[in-house]
């Protein structure tokens, strides 16, 4: 069989091409995915207990890009919701991103205004110039203690690394506020697809110039089928065979878990920021998509090396061992490298959606 795109991987990258390739220009596609469904790490299904959950971790759309919102709007409708995240220390919650409340709570105090706040933070912040790791980005900012109470072990556990470690864009990732916002996100555009993610990406492959194979390694098939241009959103050490030895990834085991009692926890999402806590974080599920069931479904995050591959891990050496293999790419004309393993950037799904969109436009049109 020919075709005329080979696509390897089913998630936001994958999927995205495949749709455009398919319905503006008219292309042949064969979809190739290891997994035996598509959605990649967005996947979402109904466990037993009827309870929609995230299998591969909580997965939260939001964007400021009018155009992404837009483009998946065309595949799904959607329900109105703001994440909202607590963080546990001892027995108490607070809200992260550390706020007012947050403030006011931990210290005792009563500060009641932004510029109060601020002047707290001046208060207590560390000036590190030039800001290069993941603890000068929160210590400059908001100072030792709470740098230590919300990120230092969190972010142990999290990625095995010291915050120090890290880029500065992990922890900053997490905004720091004087006001009483309790929401996760403040991007203009938040919301959940209203019948899950699996079923957007059902509407985004059903075109008829797209085929999917499940349950498939590329590598497996590359002798038996004839196509023009591939666009690869694996891991990239695995398309060159690790010849600049395998790139680090954290993975994640979660442990999903029913209990027959309405509610678990106080919000969909709780940090555990404590060191002696084994796991990263709590999710319920139903909380997510506003489900009503009479039981409810958690999983445990429990971070680790070994499984998939989940996160890049953003530190120097990892980046230039990266670089290495990005050179390799230039070298090939028929194969495009996108999404979060292909180009090994911690990007979130609209960041995946808008990059896929572009390099359409730029290359295809
Ligand atoms: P993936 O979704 O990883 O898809 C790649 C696909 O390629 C996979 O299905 C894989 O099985 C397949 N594949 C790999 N190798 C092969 C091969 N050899 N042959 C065939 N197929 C192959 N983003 C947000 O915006 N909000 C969130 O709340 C959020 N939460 C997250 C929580 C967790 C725990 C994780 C891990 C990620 C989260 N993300 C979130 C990020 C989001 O998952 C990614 O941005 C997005 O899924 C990346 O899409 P992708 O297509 O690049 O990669
Ligand atoms: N982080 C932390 N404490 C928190 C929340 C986040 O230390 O309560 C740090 C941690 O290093 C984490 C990073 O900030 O990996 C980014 O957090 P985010 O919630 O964006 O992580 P993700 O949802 O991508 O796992």
Request: aromatic content about 14%.
């Amino acid at each position: 069989m020919r075709y005329d795109y080979l696509i390897v991987g089913a998630g936001f990258a994958g999927a995205v091409m495949a749709e455009r390739l398919a319905s503006q220009l008219n292309k042949k596609v064969l979809l190739v995915e290891k997994r035996n469904h598509i959605a990649g790490n967005a996947y979402d299904e109904y466990d037993e207990y009827g309870i929609l959950v995230h299998r591969y971790g909580p997965h939260i759309f939001h964007t400021n890009s009018k155009e992404v919102f837009d483009y998946l709007s065309q595949f799904t409708e959607w329900i109105q919701y703001e994440h909202k995240v607590l963080a546990k220390i001892g027995n108490e919650l607070y809200p992260i991103p550390i706020n007012r409340i947050t403030i006011n709570k931990l210290y005792n105090l009563n500060l009641k205004t932004d510029e109060e706040v601020k002047e707290y933070f001046e208060s207590v912040k560390e000036k590190r110039f030039p800001i290069l790791n993941s603890e000068d980005i929160i210590v400059n900012q908001v100072g030792k203690d709470l740098f230590e109470k919300f990120f230092k072990h969190y972010t142990k556990k999290q990625w095995n690394l010291e915050a120090k470690e890290l880029s500065p864009s992990v922890c900053g990732r997490i905004p720091v506020r004087t006001n009483d916002d309790c929401r996760y996100f403040t991007d203009k555009y938040q919301f959940m697809p209203k019948e899950g993610y699996t079923k957007m990406f059902e509407k985004l492959l059903n075109h008829k110039n797209i085929e999917v194979i499940l349950d498939t390694d590329y590598k497996s098939i590359l002798d038996s089928i004839k196509f023009d241009k591939m666009i690869y959103t694996g891991p990239i050490d695995y398309f060159f065979d690790y010849k600049f030895g395998k790139l680090q990834y954290r993975s994640i085991r979660f442990e999903f878990k029913n209990h027959r009692i309405d509610s678990y926890q106080e919000t969909s999402h709780i940090n555990f920021v404590d060191k002696e806590v084994p796991y990263t974080r709590i999710t319920e599920h139903k909380k997510l998509s506003g489900q009503i069931n009479d039981s409810t479904t958690i999983s445990i995050e429990y971070p680790q090396n070994e499984g998939e591959p989940f996160y890049p891990i953003p530190t120097e050496e990892n980046r230039n061992q990266y670089l290495l293999y990005k050179k390799e790419t230039e070298k090939l004309n028929n194969v495009i490298f996108c999404g979060r393993l292909a180009e090994y950037q911690y990007y979130n799904m609209d960041q995946v959606v808008a990059n896929t969109l572009k390099v359409f436009e730029s290359k295809f049109k």
